[in-house]
């Protein structure tokens, strides 16, 4: 009888973990195929496109574009120029970390939402932003006579400017969950501050500090935006090359070589970020999660915060303040009105339709961002997935390291025929926002779907409930929150994606970031102006979005 019952408990759990597998293949179908059509099949048809000749591919023409010195200097700016604001950001950000996850002051909770609104901003905002500040007629112009537009001190400022939340979301969240107690006992056996600090918390801090740093070096190396606004001819990193030869030069082949490069140099950063996740993971689960911030002691703490205070307001909150500024320029709101004027020239449309055009887009690549997003997070929850699924998990990630142009560029020629001809629907642009805003629902969900205790779950399949059920009974309860700070992470993202979006909108339906980009390509004030009105306007919809992320944040979520 006992040998019955094993062999039926057995039998049951079998039936049960084939069931969890095909749920979870389920899952992941809606997922995969979404990504193999609207992300791998547009890059390989663009990069097919410019390698292939007479049905033959010229693997040759790699060694050919290599070849050239000016293809070299790009490949070698965008490295080093990513490298050196990635150090610029750690050098500047950690600081910022320390008081974040030690120091508890008044206002700390608005000033976390200050230091994050440059990372939801769009790149053509924050390239506009220093272009005021620091280009032709902008304010260090006004008071000095210094101009630092087309100089790479630009750039990297900037790139400090768009990344410093990166670091003190990633870092501050682990330093807050490290026990003081750790260094206090190692300082009470004799080590030094210094000592204990890089002997204990150094080594724990370690894999959130290098995950932080991979992620800005990705995102610097990918730069668009701002490399295009504050480079100028003289500075182009791979993404800006594969734009201008894709749009300008015309040479596919060229671009197609440049995607490839760039591919090879994403899918080794994002193995390298895997890792580090992995072994962050696994400190987290040995250190205390209590909360361990205090005020400021000593006139050495208060100084500290003072410097950190000093460092949000210049680079950060002075870009945005010159950018309102220079929007108000004009007499009686002038910039303003102008945009509700159509000139026929750059716009068919007056500048003002943008406004609502990125919001009508903005909302539907939400709505597909959540619903592929949360499909796949559900489908990675298990700790136990397969190489497979683990493979699934970094191709999530490749949409925010693949050249943005190229999935534009992609688009229309990939998407151009029956059954996927979809170069005059409105839904192609949603669609291309909602691959970047994708793997910000899936880092925002996963965390707290693992976080679930599995045994509920597995409670609710034994009394009988569907997979479905278990998720709409069990999950969602729990995850209702993460998924609604899922929703507005991928709304900010969608509403400021342009590297693909440039491509792909329609000149009677611009979205802001596209707007913005064609009145700074036109020269005179007026279209300044209304390129610093637009971006202040873009800047503010972000903010505010911002703002109900930070109140809709639980406690315990310390990172992006």
């Known amino acids: 009888m006992d040998l019955a019952r094993t062999e039926v408990g057995k039998a049951g759990r079998r039936a049960r973990n084939l069931r969890g597998s095909v749920a979870r293949l389920a899952l992941m179908a809606g997922p995969v195929a979404f990504f193999a059509v609207f992300f791998a099949y547009p890059v390989a048809a663009i990069v097919a496109r410019g390698l292939e000749v007479d049905g033959v591919w010229r693997f040759g023409r790699i060694g050919d574009v290599l070849a050239q010195s000016d293809v070299r200097h790009v490949l070698w700016f965008t490295t080093w120029q990513a490298l050196a604001s990635t150090a610029l950001t750690l050098l500047v950000a950690l600081p910022g970390a320390y008081v974040f996850a030690r120091f508890d002051f008044p206002g700390k909770q608005v000033l976390r939402a200050v230091v994050t609104v440059p990372f939801v901003l769009p790149t053509v905002v924050v390239g506009t932003a220093f272009l005021a500040l620091v280009g032709r007629g902008g304010l260090l112009d006004e008071l000095w006579g210094v101009r630092l537009d087309t100089t790479v001190w630009a750039i990297l400022l900037a790139h400090v400017f768009f990344n410093y939340a990166v670091v003190v979301r990633t870092v501050g969240g682990l330093w807050a969950q490290l026990d003081p107690r750790q260094e206090e006992a190692a300082r009470m056996l004799g080590a030094s501050r210094a000592r204990a600090w890089r002997q204990v918390t150094l080594p724990a801090l370690a894999p959130a500090v290098a995950a932080a740093a991979l992620m800005v070096f990705l995102f610097t190396f990918t730069s668009f935006g701002v490399v295009q606004i504050l480079g100028g001819p003289a500075f182009s990193t791979l993404?800006?090359?594969?734009?201008?030869?894709?749009?300008?030069?015309?040479?596919?082949?060229?671009?197609?070589?440049?995607?490839?490069?760039?591919?090879?140099?994403?899918?080794?950063?994002?193995?390298?970020?895997?890792?580090?996740?992995?072994?962050?993971e696994s400190a987290l689960r040995l250190v205390d999660a209590a909360t361990t911030a205090r005020r400021p002691r000593g006139a050495g703490q208060w100084a500290l915060l003072a410097g950190v205070l000093a460092t949000v307001?210049?680079?950060?909150?002075?870009?945005?303040?010159?950018?309102?500024?220079r929007s108000l320029g004009a007499p009686g709101f002038g910039y303003y009105r102008a945009l509700t004027e159509a000139d026929g020239g750059a716009f068919l449309v007056p500048p003002i339709e943008a406004i609502g055009n990125s919001l009508q887009y903005a909302l539907a690549a939400t709505a597909i961002a959540v619903v592929i997003g949360a499909l796949a997070a559900a489908a990675l929850t298990r700790r136990d997935a397969g190489r497979f699924v683990r493979g699934f998990d970094a191709l999530l990630m490749l949409p925010l390291g693949v050249s943005a142009v190229t999935v534009g560029f992609g688009f229309l020629i990939a998407l151009d025929e029956p059954p996927l001809d979809l170069r005059a629907s409105w839904i192609l642009v949603p669609l291309a926002q909602a691959l970047v805003g994708v793997p910000f629902v899936v880092r925002t969900m996963l965390p707290v779907l693992r976080a679930v205790d599995g045994r509920l779950r597995e409670a609710a399949a034994v009394l009988g409930a569907s997979p479905w059920r278990v998720w709409r009974e069990v999950d969602l309860p729990m995850v209702r929150r993460a998924l609604l700070v899922a929703a507005g992470f991928a709304f900010a993202v969608s509403l400021g994606e342009f590297g693909a979006t440039v491509f792909i909108a329609r000149p009677d339906n611009p979205t802001l970031p596209v707007a913005v980009a064609r009145l700074l390509g036109r020269p005179g004030d007026m279209n300044y102006g209304q390129a610093m009105a637009l971006s202040t306007i873009l800047m503010l919809v972000c903010a505010v979005a911002l703002v109900v992320l930070e109140r809709l944040r639980t406690d315990r979520s310390g990172e992006f």
């Open 313 to 325: 307001a210049l680079p950060v909150v002075l870009p945005l303040a010159v950018l309102v500024q």
């Open 239 to 280: 993404e800006v090359e594969i734009y201008r030869q894709t749009s300008q030069v015309f040479d596919l082949s060229t671009a197609a070589v440049l995607t490839l490069i760039q591919f090879a140099a994403v899918v080794a950063v994002l193995a390298v970020h895997a890792w580090t996740v992995r072994r962050r």
